[in-house]
């Protein structure tokens, strides 16, 4: 038997070999090297059983054996590795100014990274256009190196629904948006599945599998573009909340009587917090890069009212920070975005104020750290999203091309 959410269903022999593909492919995955025999003592599946499963993963390209070790006591064995060699998983990231694509291979090697300029026009339809010309060169490059690509995620900056709509990017001037629906049209239907996601929550599924502090359990990722939205890891699963809109701590109010947020109320974290605040006003997109840059560089040579502003902040984004610690007690919050070059000046005061608001002993064993993965953590996170769903059995069928 299986269970849904409907209660318990008949499971027929496909979706117990599935589900038993899945548990041999991910243990290939942590655990590589490793043997047949590994498997079948870690997992609980009978040898045969094992030989079976590894043998389909290796027909299909998924796992490949590497030689034999000596290393251990008894015969030498077959060692077994992750292949994937034909397949690619593609993350894109869709922001104020440009767009962010990365495809991995099955282990989470980068095959490509592209960042390319993006305006999102004056209408939904112009803007997917122009993310579905950057995602069919994608498709198309992965086809000329021979690989199937498992899947497409998409990360938006804004609320999306638990079933990938986009039902507000205030950012992109985006509303009740089928992104999903309106870019499978753009690419012609192209055989692969297309999800859509919250940004902070495919960055905060990059953190969890490929960041510093991978596989941890409990985790936060704070975005620090032009808005703050929080990705959040409860017990190893990502938190959506009931329609999918959890993680907007860039709107919760630190100060009534403080400066106006985009979003029309005032104090809010993101508007005392967030990049505008950190710049005083937000510059066209094209320019904030290199005012963060200048803002840097002064911090670097003591400047007062720099050194002064990122304090202020930093105590804002601690503020933030805290009532994350005592709500949620996660492992680490990782900030992400702008505030990674920022972090050496941010971080100092965000941890006096952890320990002067979390209630637990040592902030309850929260830690803030910057993020070590680069600006595309959300698209790195969009392509581990498509291998989370090859790890929960969605295995792949035939090569997809676009014509």
Not at 72 to 100: C, F, K, Q, W
Not at 178 to 201: C, E, H, S, T
Request: hydrophobic share 45%.
């Amino acid at each position: 038997m299986i269970t849904s959410t409907t209660g318990p269903q008949p499971a027929d022999f496909a979706d117990v070999r599935a589900t038993n593909l899945a548990v041999v492919l991910r243990f290939v995955r942590e655990h590589a090297p490793c043997s047949r025999a590994d498997i079948a003592a870690s997992t609980g599946l009978n040898k045969a059983t094992v030989s079976s499963l590894v043998a389909d993963l290796i027909d299909r390209r998924l796992v490949r054996e590497t030689g034999l070790t000596e290393n251990r006591v008894g015969r030498p064995a077959t060692m077994l590795v992750l292949d994937g060699s034909p397949y690619a998983a593609i993350g894109v990231e869709i922001n104020v100014d440009h767009v962010s694509a990365v495809a991995t291979d099955l282990a989470g090697e980068r095959l490509l990274t592209w960042r390319r300029s993006f305006s999102a026009g004056d209408s939904v339809n112009q803007g997917v256009a122009s993310v579905g010309a950057i995602i069919r060169r994608v498709v198309n490059r992965m086809a000329k190196e021979e690989r199937q690509v498992l899947g497409l995620a998409v990360a938006v900056p804004g609320l999306v629904d638990v079933q990938g709509t986009v039902r507000l990017a205030p950012n992109l001037g985006w509303r009740d948006a089928d992104i999903g629906g309106d870019l499978a049209k753009a690419l012609r239907d192209p055989g692969f599945p297309i999800q859509v996601d919250n940004d902070a929550n495919l960055a905060a599924l990059a953190e969890q599998r490929w960041g510093a502090h991978a596989g941890a359990s409990d985790l936060v990722y704070l975005t620090g573009e032009i808005g703050v939205g929080a990705g959040i890891i409860l017990d190893g699963r990502l938190r959506r909340g009931g329609l999918g809109y959890s993680g907007e701590i860039g709107h919760v109010q630190l100060d009534p009587e403080g400066p106006e947020c985009h979003c029309g109320r005032r104090g809010c974290l993101e508007a005392m917090a967030g990049i505008g605040a950190v710049l005083r006003k937000i510059p066209s997109p094209a320019e904030i890069q290199i005012e963060i840059e200048e803002s840097v560089r002064l911090a670097r040579t003591g400047d007062p009212g720099t050194l002064a502003a990122l304090d202020s902040v930093g105590r804002s984004l601690g503020r933030g920070v805290s009532i994350l610690a005592n709500l949620l007690n996660p492992e680490v919050v990782i900030l992400g975005g702008y505030y990674v070059p920022l972090a050496p000046w941010l971080l100092p005061a965000v941890h006096e104020e952890l320990s002067d608001r979390v209630i637990a002993a040592e902030a309850g064993g929260c830690q803030v750290v910057a993020s070590t993965l680069d600006h595309d953590a959300a698209a790195l996170g969009g392509a581990a999203r498509v291998l989370d769903s090859i790890d929960s059995g969605r295995l792949p069928g035939g090569l997809s091309r676009i014509p």
